[in-house]
């Protein structure tokens, strides 16, 4: 009988030089994530003028009508974004993990796109197809005579919001569809369950858990958004009005303070809501991977209305980026359904113009990315491998991050650091070095994440049996562990690049000057006038095919990683 020998997973003291890299990490997260959040909470419960504490600014928020609208506005917003983002992600992950559905694979696919391409860039996409005068509603008047309002108000941003963020519910729904024990559904059936009543009272419940953490995304997301609302001129919302009061008013006026502590305060309940609403209940199954009854085939008929909805929603969720396309190549789209003429002159002017948006979004996104892969892989190992007293602080402080907005973040660097002159008398809050550490901490959890999840698939017996062989510690991660880590690390870089390179919050409150602006601020700038948006446009495919292919590449790097590995054993 053959055995094998296991070792127990342990941890390490601490060494000298581990205790430095965690002071070290926590200063920076308390310098650039802690301090600034703190100094805007703190701001927000002071008095103007006396600067003794104080609720006024919070009694003076809730009995201006503006305010008290702008916050029921954003709530409202934020729920209907996760019903209409529910409404389009569900049928794609039921048929796609439920039935025997032919292209499943390429429906998924597509249903990530969204992602890649920021909301208040398909916003301008939007309203050329679905505005007052876009192409559904010439096309709508002129056959039956009305028109739909897709893009007035609220319902505009509810309608971009949807479609941009719906893949966050589809992500965590399908995992959790496709874990589901198919033979409790047997049972069910076996009792007499079927249809729609089996999918309501067996299926969907099991799945809460998936769904729970996406439409939490969604909500957080939406609530927090600055630039979709502000492209489409809606402003009594909150995170518009945060800003709004911050650049109009100034940086001394507590408003913009009082509403950035709304923004995380609601953040945070929201994610604890989806957390509390799974508490106490069991949504365990005997078989994890779908075990039990094989996808259920489709009828003709089935077939038929089910490749009809899914390629129904699919152009609905990519119209923003055949809007944007076709915006990047017209002459002149307007009160028509289709641009008049095409032409390559909005790229020629990008690439004459604005080449520097791009080489400060490469150079920014990718410092910012290096910055989260080397903290959180160092976070990572101190609390999977090491006792360090206070590690689990460190992972705690650094995922807070998630439930800071970046307007927050951006107001809280203006009031930390702008009062600190360089020997020129330049603020340092202006620096575009602020603006990488803010992307850093911005998307420092996702990095983090995908770091932990790395280190914790690396045997510790590895580690060991270098270190028995004479390795040093340095030289064991160095040779041995970081090696092993390459496709977390690498997703982590990613997933920070990716997500930073539009990010759009926190750069509006930060850059002062066109000539440290990068491609988020450029786009917005761009599509402030209908004479820009031809050549906005441009600059947004050129932002997307960026996205793309760093995600495509990231892909292909870790599967030749994972052959590489595989052919090695």
């Known amino acids: 009988m053959a055995f094998t020998l296991s070792f127990p997973r342990k941890r390490t003291s601490a060494s000298p030089g581990q205790i430095v890299t965690a002071l070290i990490i926590a200063l920076f997260l308390a310098v650039f994530l802690l301090i600034p959040t703190g100094t805007v909470i703190y701001t927000a419960f002071t008095e103007k003028g006396t600067g003794a504490l104080t609720a006024i600014n919070f009694i003076d928020f809730f009995n201006t009508e503006l305010f008290r609208r702008s916050f029921f506005n954003s709530v409202y917003v934020a729920g209907m ?5 529910t409404v389009i992600a569900l049928p794609l992950a039921v048929l796609t993990t439920r039935f025997d559905f032919r292209g499943s694979m390429i429906i998924q696919t597509l249903g990530f796109i969204p992602l890649i391409m920021p909301p208040f860039v398909g916003a301008v996409a939007m309203q050329l197809l679905f505005g007052r005068n876009g192409t559904v509603n010439l096309l709508l008047n002129d056959w039956f005579g009305f028109r739909i309002p897709f893009m007035e108000g609220l319902n505009g941003v509810i309608f971009v919001q949807s479609l941009h963020y719906f893949p966050f519910i589809l992500i965590n729904l399908s995992a959790s569809l496709r874990n589901i024990d198919r033979s409790m559904e047997e049972a069910a ?17 099991l799945a809460m858990p998936g769904y729970l953490a996406g439409a939490s995304l969604v909500f957080v997301k939406v609530f927090d958004d600055l630039a979709t609302p502000l492209l489409l001129n809606v402003k009594d919302m909150l995170a518009p009005q945060a800003y709004l009061r911050v650049t109009s008013v100034g940086l001394t006026d507590p408003m913009g303070y009082v509403i950035a502590v709304i923004l995380i305060v609601v953040s945070i309940f929201a994610m604890w809501l989806s957390a509390v609403a799974m508490r106490g209940k069991d949504y365990s199954t005997v078989q994890r991977g779908g075990g039990g009854l094989t996808k259920r085939k489709l009828t003709r008929r089935e077939s038929l209305v089910a490749y009809a909805t899914v390629s129904f929603i699919l152009l609905l969720v990519l119209s923003p980026h055949i809007g944007l396309l076709l915006l990047s190549f017209a002459t002149v789209w307007s009160y028509s359904p289709l641009p008049d003429g095409y032409t390559v002159a909005h790229y020629t002017r990008v690439f004459g ?20 892969v080397i903290v959180g892989s160092a976070i990572a190992y101190l609390v999977l491998r090491t006792k360090l007293i206070g590690r689990r602080w460190l992972d705690w402080a650094a995922t807070s991050a998630l439930a800071i907005p970046g307007v927050v973040l951006g107001i809280g660097y203006l009031r930390t650091f702008y009062n600190i002159p360089l020997p020129d008398g330049t603020p340092l809050a202006t620096l575009w070095v602020m603006l990488v550490l803010a992307l850093a901490i911005r998307r420092l959890p996702y990095a983090l994440r995908a770091c932990y999840a790395a280190l914790q698939q690396v045997s510790i ?5 270098a270190e028995n062989l004479g390795a040093t510690k340095q030289r064991t991660i160095r ?6 880590m390459t496709g977390g690390l690498l997703a982590g870089f990613v997933t920070s690049f990716a997500t930073a390179a539009v990010e759009l919050s926190a750069t509006l ?3 002062q000057s066109n000539s440290d602006a990068p491609i988020a601020y450029g786009l917005y700038v761009f599509m402030q006038s209908p004479a820009g948006r031809g050549p906005g446009a441009a600059l947004g495919v050129i932002a997307v095919i960026l996205v793309g292919l760093c995600t495509f590449l990231s892909h292909y790097v870790i599967e030749r990683r994972q052959k590489t590995l595989g052919a090695a054993k």
């Open 461 to 465: 017996s590895l580690e060991e049996a």
């Open 81 to 85: 974004s996760v019903v209409w983002a």
């Open 353 to 372: 113009e604005s080449s520097l948006y791009i080489k400060n979004t490469l150079i920014y996104v990718s410092l910012a990315g290096l910055i989260d």
């Open 189 to 205: 059936q076996n009792l007499g369950s079927s249809g729609f009543r089996l999918f309501r009272r067996i299926v969907f419940p």
């Open 509 to 511: 409150m930060l850059i």
């Open 479 to 484: 040779r041995i562990v970081l090696p092993l």
